[in-house]
């Protein structure tokens, strides 16, 4: 009986990050639109002590990062910026190349003075995490890497042929047309998909998003980002080319039902000092399905 009631008080305290919902960001942080590279981020930064900078995917804004960049803040400074064309960034006509993007996130740094950080990326973000840590390794201290590729890396050309990815190619002025109003039901293809779990995604999470990207221009961005991987690719093989592997270490984070150890073996490709980390019971949308288990494999290597 005494367990039990130890067990319902520590559930009891446990953060609200084992909610699946959007959550707001710490009333400590706050936001603000960063010039960089030709354009507009939108960036939140709280906390205090060494960076650590959080980048998102499609599907989801900087504010996937929420309970983690709370967690975080007790002893680091956090900066989570929307990247370019994506939740409440400016929208430019172009720059939407991985290898651009990192440029727009270096320009965050200076911008805020931050000299060196740590990289936790998901999904595009990990795209414009590589050309960032590779044209950047001055600046970028270590690299909790998360379930999505890199274009142009390891078994690229065959995993873009999988008919599972048919919306890499799905853009276009028609295409943009049929998503428009529709944005909700797009983006339900993917959570659905892409989890373990799709009831895991809640109600106000997917009416959140689809919010977000039904703002104008939104969609027609998201469109590009994906319109960029045939020049990714190229970016990326050049850059390994040339670089060579990087030496930080790198923490290689799979969904136990998405790309699982796979995310190790690609990494492996272009860095030199890689680790594997498994987020049990999770699809693809790691900080919806399984938020403690994410938090816990990052803070554990941004803690070595």
Do not use: C
Request: glycine share 8%; hydrophobic share 45%; charged share 20%.
């Amino acid at each position: 009986m005494r367990k039990r009631l130890i067990a319902l008080a520590l559930s009891a305290l446990l953060p609200l990050a084992t909610l699946a919902a959007i959550q707001p960001y710490p009333p400590s942080f706050e936001t603000q639109m960063v010039q960089t590279n030709g354009t507009s981020l939108y960036v939140r930064v709280g906390g205090k002590g060494p960076a650590v900078v959080l980048l998102h995917g499609f599907g989801d804004t900087g504010d996937m990062w929420a309970p983690l960049a709370a967690a975080l803040a007790r002893d680091h400074t956090v900066i989570v910026p929307d990247l370019r064309g994506m939740g409440l960034s400016a929208h430019p006509d172009g720059g939407y190349t991985k290898k651009n993007q990192a440029l727009d996130i270096i320009g965050v740094m200076d911008a805020l003075k931050v000299e060196r950080a740590a990289l936790v990326t998901h999904d595009i973000g990990n795209m414009v995490g590589y050309p960032l840590a590779v044209q950047f390794p001055e600046r970028i201290t270590r690299w909790a890497v998360i379930d999505a590729p890199l274009p142009g890396i390891g078994d690229w050309d065959n995993i873009i042929r999988t008919p599972f990815l048919w919306h890499f190619n799905f853009r276009g002025p028609d295409v943009e047309r049929l998503v428009q109003g529709r944005e909700r039901i797009y983006l339900d293809r993917f959570y659905n998909e892409f989890s373990a779990d799709p009831k895991r995604i809640d109600e106000q999470t997917r009416e959140h998003y689809a919010a977000l990207y039904g703002r104008p221009h939104a969609m027609h961005d998201a469109f590009e980002q994906f319109g960029a991987f045939s020049q990714d690719a190229i970016d990326n093989k050049a850059l390994l080319a040339s670089r060579g592997k990087i030496s930080m270490p790198v923490l290689a984070i799979g969904a136990e039902k998405s790309f699982g150890s796979a995310m190790a073996d690609d990494l492996r490709f272009v860095a030199s000092n890689v680790t594997v980390g498994i987020v049990p019971a999770s699809g693809h949308w790691i900080m919806d399905e399984n938020p403690q288990a994410t938090m816990q494999l990052v803070s554990g290597f941004l803690a070595q």
